[in-house]
């Protein structure tokens, strides 16, 4: 009877930690609107900023989709 309950509970707690675990695909489907990328995209700041001089930010190249 012992060794049926550490078993359970052993299959229960690993059964736990695995559903912690993010799919891929979740993790995708959260972050694909975080960003956008395209060259008439529209990103908005918030919080307060002051700026003197002049402001240069060059957009660096994207990598490859390879």
Known sequence: ???ILIL???LLSANAAANGIASVQYVDDVTKNKLDTSANATQEMAGTYTVSGTLVVPTPPLPSAE
């Open 1 to 3: 009877m012992g060794r």
């Open 8 to 10: 359970f509970l052993c």
